[in-house]
């Protein structure tokens, strides 16, 4: 079974920054591919970013290209969210969620996505 814990969110201004970490438990988390979903207040769940297992690919919804990144250290079985020139749409929980070893399903589909953490709570003010 596979843990996942977000940690990083908080209160920020309009065009700050943060970074969100996604620490998981288990041995095989460098085979897992690894989402980011946010749930914005009264909005259903929308993809956010996604990076490949082997970290060789990154996807990201347009709303944020360009303005997020998302890495990930496998020694430390740590992904990362960095969220720069944040705005109040970016306001929302923020999920982290990993795939079972070694799938490479589609990445914006939340059903690919077996393990999910507890989310975080992102706001940003105006």
């Known amino acids: 079974q596979v843990q996942l814990v977000e940690s990083g969110g908080g209160l920020v201004q309009a065009g700050g920054s943060l970074r969100l970490s996604c620490a998981a438990s288990?041995?095989?988390?460098?085979?897992?591919?690894v989402g980011w979903f946010r749930q914005p207040p009264g909005k259903e769940r929308e993809f956010v970013a996604h990076?490949?297992?082997?970290?060789?690919?990154?996807y990201y919804a347009d709303s944020v290209k360009g303005r997020f990144t998302t890495s990930r250290d496998n020694a430390k079985s740590t992904v990362y969210l960095q969220m720069n020139s944040l705005n109040p749409e970016d306001t929302a929980v923020y999920y982290c969620?990993?795939?079972?070893?070694?799938?490479?399903?589609?990445?914006?589909?939340?059903?690919?996505?077996?393990?999910w953490g507890q989310g975080t709570q992102v706001t940003v003010s105006s």
């Open positions: 990076i490949s297992w082997s970290a060789g690919s990154t």
């Open positions: 288990g041995r095989t988390f460098s085979a897992k591919a």
């Open positions: 969620a990993a795939m079972r070893n070694l799938v490479t399903g589609d990445p914006y589909n939340s059903l690919e996505y077996a393990y």
